[in-house]
T-cell receptor, first 114, second 115 residues
């Protein structure tokens, strides 16, 4: 069964610090991996999309890495801000084309404090 | 562009009642889908549509119906609400392509409670 596991489940960091969130997946064959940010009470918003041939992708202070050999991805947040407090969801697609076969992780809940 | 809109934002139903969750997008996306999000679980696909007049079941379709009469709208119907359908429902849309990049745009969600 295709699975996406994220760690840690939750994380508290001080404003200005960096952090790294992890995603391990068993989805095969693999097409692309996405990271979403979900603010409390809102829908998920796409941060990055990487295909199997891409090792890293940045979006501002967010940098995602992908190791397709070990089936691992990470999301690194640099110089965290209070607005980074949210859940971060890793999503893996096993197919090209339409997005009907996405497998979602349960997310890492990040809290950034003063 | 308003993006993906959903109504209502909150809803409380009694067991056995029916209702329709509305979803609309103004980006001319062909692909639309409905997910439910429950505590401790990833988003799960309920139904999806690859274009007007075409719908298909996702991972957890039981108890839900959909239709797609226009490109813009994709309503989700609960036929006879059950407490197990208490959840947050998200509608999403994306461009239908044959490539690997299909960024999904999510609506703000509908929080449904069934008593």
């Amino acid at each position: 069964k295709n699975q996406v596991e994220q760690s840690p489940q939750s994380l508290i960091i001080l404003e200005g610090k960096n952090c790294t969130l992890q995603c391990n997946y068993t989805v095969s064959p693999f097409s692309n991996l996405r990271w979403y940010k979900q603010d409390t009470g809102r829908g998920p918003v796409s941060l990055t999309i990487m295909t199997f041939s891409e090792n890293t992708k940045s979006n501002g202070r967010y940098t995602a890495t992908l190791d397709a050999d070990t089936k691992q991805s990470s999301l690194h947040i640099t110089a965290s801000q209070l607005s980074d407090s949210a859940s971060y969801i890793c999503v893996v697609s096993p197919h090209t084309g339409t997005a009907s076969k996405l497998t979602f992780g349960t997310g890492t809940r990040l809290q950034v404090t003063l | 562009n308003a993006g993906v809109t959903q109504t209502p934002k909150f809803q409380v139903l009694k067991t056995g009642q029916s209702m329709t969750l509305q979803c609309a997008q103004d980006m001319n996306h062909e692909y639309m889908s409905w997910y439910r999000q429950d505590p401790g679980m990833g988003l799960r696909l309920i139904h999806y549509s690859v274009g007007a007049g075409i719908t298909d079941q996702g991972e957890v379709p039981n108890g839900y119906n959909v239709s797609r009469s226009t490109t813009e709208d994709f309503p989700l119907r609960l036929l006879s609400a059950a407490p197990s359908q208490t959840s947050v429902y998200f509608c999403a849309s994306s461009i239908r392509t044959s490539g690997r990049r299909n960024e999904q745009f999510f609506g703000p969600g509908t929080r449904l409670t069934v008593l």
